[in-house]
């Protein structure tokens, strides 16, 4: 098990050349992977970076949410709600009052089947554990345990243990995540 804090998340400009993520994690660490975790700060409107065949799962983690406009429709984007979408799609993200941080995960829907539930208050888990896969918990506020050790708000951490992984969320609220190799 590995805990990634916010201190040890190196910068990477956006394809597009309109923002900085923070890269978490990638699988493997070569281009191309099956699977990357990343925090992306926007402090102003701005169009994403497409990333062709893959998929994204994005959740506003910190501040007021955003409109996405894409050719053939608008929707809103809460904090705390992920939402799911094809990496190819064109977007057009309008911040809807102040700066949002989005924790992404973008994976190869050919390669991974990815899936996300938000944690919140205090609830306890156990995510059984199928060969292969992949389990990661990020703090968006408060503290958990995942796998027996504590995680703090804005750490992410990840499992690839063969044993169920049990997670504690104590307070606040978490994303938990399962990666599932095809």
Known sequence: MQIISPNH????????????????????????????????????????????????????????????ATPSEESAVKPNEPVVFEGDLAIEATLTDGPVCNYNLIYNPERIRADVQVVTGRQNLMVPTNPGRIVVLYVIQGSATFDTAPVAAGDTA?????????????????????LDKI
């Open 158 to 178: 990840i499992s690839t243990e063969i044993a169920g992984t049990p997670c504690a969320m104590h307070t606040g609220i978490g994303l938990l995540f399962t």
């Open 9 to 68: 998340q190196r910068p990477v400009a956006w394809k597009n050349g309109h923002g900085v993520t923070r890269e978490i994690a990638q699988c493997p660490t070569s281009q191309p992977y099956d699977w990357r975790l990343s925090l992306a700060e926007m402090d102003r409107n701005a169009e994403f970076s497409t990333f062709p065949g893959l998929r994204r799962i994005l959740t506003v983690v910190a501040g007021q949410g955003m409109g996405f």
